[in-house]
């Protein structure tokens, strides 16, 4: 079997990516990408720019979104896939979390002058535009200012837990992200699942309870996890009858670990995710 180019995680500027939405779709259609998706940290205000370029280039666009969500005092992040944008619920969840993103963001800048890092609010804004502010954004405004050498050096020095900058929030409930998500018609995916760290204990804990919210999805492979963690979470998908998805999480040409359309191949086990959108996916298997 052919594996088809099937890139179901991406960010544009209307997050924390690099490339704007029309330049993302190109991007991916110079790497191949048959099928894309864009998946925003709580937003999806690029769909409509990207779904455009998508049909200029022929690629089959499936609209997405990345949410951040708070389980067990843990940030975890659910992706919706292949939903009705226009639907009021999951339009005013996206709201109140990205409203969560500003007042973040102000205690963020407050811990890091507590560090003796002053303006660091109007220095990630710039950055940020009008895109929903993240730890990005305060990344780049750190490197810009010298205090590490790059983006990965400055994650590691600041904005994460017990370094300055980093502030713990409440994002939305796994319950909320999967109700919006499934009530716009969407399907919901566990990202990176590699990324959480949870143990044999508590992973299957979590799918569990996403699988009872109404949770259609794990990414088994992600350009954000380690590759040989994908035999585990295909078995975790199979023992919990959840489909499996694929995704580069690219945020822009050099800073991430993969490039969109990176080789992604679902082990044999896996229900990919796709075979559910056969009428937009035709031909594609
Ligand atoms: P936020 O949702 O604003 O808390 O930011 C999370 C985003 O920060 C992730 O989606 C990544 O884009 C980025 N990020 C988190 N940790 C790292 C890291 N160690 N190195 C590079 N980027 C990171
Ligand atoms: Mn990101
Ligand atoms: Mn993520
Ligand atoms: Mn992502």
Known sequence: ???????????????????????????ASQRQVQVLALTDHDDIAGLKEARLMSQKLDIIFINGVEISVTWRKRTIHIVGLNFDESNSFLINGLKQIRQGREERAKKMAHSLGMAGIFDSLDGAKKYAKHSTIGRIHFAQFLVSQGYAKDIK????????PGKPGYVDHEWATLENAVSWINGAGGDAVIAHPGRYDLGKKLYPVLLNEFKNLGGTGIEVMSGSQDP???????????EYSLFSSCGSDFHGPGISHRAIGFDKKLPNQCKPIWLKWSKIIKGIH
């Open 1 to 27: 079997m052919i594996t088809p180019n099937i890139d179901l995680h991406s960010h544009s500027t209307i997050s924390d990516g690099l490339l704007t939405p029309t330049e993302l779709v190109s991007y």
């Open 153 to 160: 050096q400055v994650f590691k020095k600041f904005l994460t």
């Open 228 to 238: 040989s963690q994908s035999k585990y979470f295909a078995e975790l998908a199979k």
